[in-house]
């Protein structure tokens, strides 16, 4: 099917729609003064059939009281009449009329005798125009018929008044009614055209900006506040995409700056370096770098959310177990809770997560990381990693969990983080409906999540 909207590229919206408003209004005033002069002529033409008949009884009355004068009296508006006998001839016939030729010939007398009405052509009477002739019997000695002529000039005049009023005044209501309609469009319109201006100069501009609201509540209204709701949310969007690349690109220079700096002293002086040591701090950067890349793989991933993982039966008290056992660590770590804790999630999900809790604590435990799992006491689980380092003040909390932030304490003891963990964390969480949160050891710090049995779409 074509597109309407090709058929008209260059006209504005106002514009059609007035026009199609407007043909509209016409072809319904074009049908409604077609029915208004079909209906106009049939009440018309009835109404003067019923003259006729009153006319009519009236003179069968004068012949069945046998007061019939030779000269019948007629009323104004009723040109002639006549009385015929059963052998078609005139009996007697009012001023004007014939006293030798019936109105109608023989068949058609019997035929308004029945009810039946004729309409001929007034030059058979010396007359202009339509009769229309009807007839009645009347109860005499012997049969006879009064035929009474009705002239349509004045149904046709009354007609003609009504075209010339709607030849005349339809053209003026359609007009009139088209320039109300562009009115009326025109005023809809214009909190679009705002809008559209609005969104023209935020463009134009490239700067945060917001679309004018219009007064009124309708739906410009709402779409309106849609828009800018829309325009906040990828503002903040625009924000944090800027500062996670401007993140990235720092953190991922400075082990590429160690490297190359580590390299161009030794090629320089090539007899005093020390090869070995160059390699293993060359080593060290670039793992520093891999899993850098790796945990921005993972927000890239979590942001996606194109592919859902699988779902399956987790038993986080043996994931704890088996991370527990395969962390070195310089402090002592141990786990507690409930030997068996079954949730369902995406088991690759659940491992890092504990791994990077387990992770974090160890690098700033003093001397102890306690690894708790149990279930959660509305169902779900829960799992807590708690430490007895320096701690968190509460103000603070919340802002770890963002993107490449680090605490003053952590720039000095995090050998190779890039502030990627806590981040992460969350994300995965909240990938399997769950939820992760900050509280005091005292001293330490414990991070605690919140799985439900079964994962549900997340705020990642």
Not at 42 to 68: P, W
Not at 99 to 125: C, K, M, N, W
Not at 265 to 294: G, I, K, M, N, Y
Not at 431 to 456: F, K, W, Y
Request: net charge negative; aromatic share 2%; charged share 25%.
């Amino acid at each position: 099917m074509a597109d309407p909207n090709r058929r008209w590229p260059a006209v504005s919206l106002r514009a059609r729609l007035t026009v199609v408003a407007t043909l509209l209004v016409a072809v319904a005033l074009l049908a409604g003064t077609v029915l208004l002069l079909v209906a106009l002529h049939r009440s018309l033409i009835a109404a003067l059939d019923e003259t006729a008949r009153q006319r009519a009884r009236d003179v069968v009355a004068l012949v069945d009281s046998g007061q019939l004068p030779d000269l019948i009296p007629v009323a104004a508006g009723t040109p002639l009449v006549q009385v015929v006998d059963a052998d078609d001839r005139v009996v007697a016939a009012s001023a004007g009329g014939d006293r030798l030729v019936p109105i109608l010939l023989p068949d058609d007398v019997a035929a308004v005798r029945d009810g039946a009405v004729r309409t001929i052509a007034g030059s058979r009477l010396g007359l202009s125009g339509e009769l229309r002739v009807i007839g009645e019997p009347a109860d005499a000695e012997e049969p006879q018929t009064v035929l009474v002529a009705m002239s349509v000039a004045e149904v046709e005049g009354s007609l003609q008044v009504v075209r010339t009023a709607m030849i005349v005044g339809a053209p003026l209501l359609v007009g009139g009614f088209a320039m109300v309609c562009w009115l009326l469009v025109g005023s809809a319109l214009r909190p679009v055209a705002a809008l559209r201006r609005g969104a023209e100069d935020i463009t134009t501009t490239r700067q945060a900006g917001r679309l004018p609201v219009p007064d009124a509540d309708d739906e410009v209204r709402r779409l309106a506040l849609t828009l800018n709701d829309m325009l906040e949310r990828l503002e903040r969007s625009s924000a944090r995409q800027r500062s996670f690349v401007a993140d990235a690109a720092h953190e991922l220079r400075s082990p590429l700056t160690a490297i190359r700096t580590q390299l161009e002293v030794a090629r320089a002086h090539p007899q005093q370096a020390d090869w070995p040591q160059v390699s293993t701090d060359a080593l060290a950067d670039v793992e520093r770098l891999s899993r850098l890349v790796d945990d921005l793989l993972v927000l890239a991933r979590l942001e996606d959310g194109a592919v859902r993982p699988p779902v399956e039966a987790v038993d986080l008290a043996h994931v704890a177990d088996k991370i527990v056992a395969r962390t070195v660590a310089d402090v002592s770590l141990r786990r507690e809770g409930d030997d068996e804790v079954i949730v369902h999630a995406d088991v690759d999900a659940v491992q890092r997560v504990v791994a990077n809790l387990v992770d974090n604590a160890v690098r700033y435990a003093a001397t102890t990381v306690t690894v708790g799992v149990r279930d959660g006491a509305g169902g779900g689980a829960v799992v807590s990693v708690a430490d007895d380092g320096p701690g968190i003040p509460a103000e603070q909390r919340e802002h770890v969990f963002e993107r490449f932030t680090r605490l003053d304490h952590a720039r000095s003891r995090d050998a190779g983080g890039a502030g990627l963990g806590l981040a992460i964390v969350r994300e995965l969480v909240r990938s399997q409906g769950g939820e992760v949160s900050l509280e005091d050891n005292a001293p330490g710090l414990r991070a605690v999540v919140r799985l439900p049995e079964t994962p549900t779409r997340g705020d990642g």
